[in-house]
C-alpha cells in the first residue's frame, strides 16, 4: 500500500539534497489536501499533492516516484528576492484580484454582492524567466509591509486585473485546443452562444467577471440585456447572452456538470450560475 510516509521514505533517498516534510494544505477555502513540501535553501518551498499522485498510480511505489521525479526535475522552484515583497512599486505593478469560493481565509478581501456564494481577494503573480508562474495571496501584514493602503491596493488590482481581461468565443477556444482535431459539426452542438472569459496567462482568471463595463459592452454588441454567466472554476467563466426565455435551472445544473466531471475540486468556484442585467 502507497502511502505519503513511504513516498517520503523514497523520494528521501533519491534526493538527499531535499527535505520532504508532509503538510496538510486548505485551497479554495474548503479543499482538503495531502501534500509533501520539498524543501531546500530557496525561501519559496513547493508543494506536491499525493492523493492524486496515488491514485494514478495504481498501487505502484515506483510509478508514484517516477511521475513525482519528473515534476521536481521540470519544475524548480522560482528564485524570490524576499526584500521585494515590502517593495511597494514592485506589489503594485503586479498586484491583482482573484475570486474563490466564500472562506475563513485571512486575506484582504470582501464579498462579490453581484455574485453571492463568492468573494473577492488580492493577490500578486510574477513570472520568473525559464520558471513556472507564480503568485502569493495577501493579507493586512503583507500590504502595510509594502506600505500600501488596502484602498490603493483594490484600485491598482482592479487596473492590472481588467487590462489581463481576454474575451473569446468558445467554439474559438475549443478550436485552438483541438487544433488540426477540431470538427466544425462539434461546434453545432454547443446548445447555445458562449463566449469564454479569462485573462492572459489563464490562471485565476474569473475575477475578469468583476468588469462590469466590458461585461455591460459585451451585452450591448450582443443585442441584449442580460447575460447569464457560468463559472467553470477559478480561472475563467463562460458568458451566455440572453436574447430568448431561458431556465436558470438548466445553467445551474450545467455548472455542476461541469464541476463533477472536469474541474479539480481546488479549482472549484461555486455551484450555480448567475443572470446579470443591465439598463437600455
Not at 148 to 163: H, L, V
Request: hydrophobic share 40%; glycine share 2%.
Amino acid at each position: 500500500m502507497i502511502t505519503r510516509e513511504t513516498i517520503i521514505e523514497k523520494l528521501s533517498q533519491k534526493y538527499p539534497q531535499y527535505r520532504f516534510i508532509p503538510t496538510d494544505v486548505t485551497k479554495n477555502g474548503d479543499v482538503h489536501l495531502k501534500g509533501i513540501c520539498i524543501r531546500d535553501d530557496s525561501p519559496i518551498a513547493p508543494t506536491i499533492y499525493t492523493d492524486s499522485i496515488i491514485a494514478r498510480s495504481e498501487g505502484n511505489l515506483d510509478k508514484a516516484i517516477e511521475i513525482i521525479s519528473n515534476i521536481i526535475d521540470q519544475h524548480q522552484a522560482p528564485d524570490i528576492d524576499l526584500t521585494k515583497l515590502k517593495n511597494r512599486d514592485f506589489i503594485l505593478e503586479r498586484i491583482r484580484i482573484g475570486v474563490q469560493k466564500e472562506s475563513d481565509e485571512k486575506l484582504v478581501k470582501h464579498p462579490v454582492e453581484e455574485f453571492p456564494g463568492m468573494e473577492a481577494y488580492l493577490y500578486f503573480a510574477e513570472n520568473s524567466e525559464n520558471r513556472d508562474m507564480w503568485s502569493i495571496k495577501l493579507n493586512t501584514e503583507l500590504l502595510a509591509s509594502a506600505n500600501i493602503s488596502e484602498e490603493i491596493a483594490w484600485e491598482k488590482a482592479e487596473q492590472n486585473t481588467f487590462e489581463a481581461t481576454t474575451l473569446q468565443s468558445l467554439s474559438s477556444v475549443l478550436a485552438e485546443m483541438l487544433g488540426d482535431g477540431a470538427d466544425d459539426n462539434m461546434f453545432d452542438m454547443l446548445p447555445c452562444e458562449m463566449y469564454v472569459i479569462s485573462n492572459k496567462e489563464k490562471v485565476k482568471g474569473a475575477a475578469s467577471i468583476l468588469n462590469h463595463d466590458l461585461l455591460k459592452s459585451f451585452a450591448k454588441e450582443h443585442q441584449c440585456t442580460s447575460l447569464c454567466v457560468l463559472p467553470s472554476s477559478l480561472h475563467e467563466a463562460i458568458l451566455v447572452p440572453l436574447q430568448d426565455e431561458y431556465n436558470i435551472e438548466d445553467f445551474n445544473a450545467m455548472v455542476c456538470e461541469i464541476n463533477a466531471t472536469e474541474v479539480a475540486p481546488e479549482d472549484v468556484l461555486v455551484n450555480r450560475a448567475y443572470v446579470i442585467s443591465f439598463e437600455e
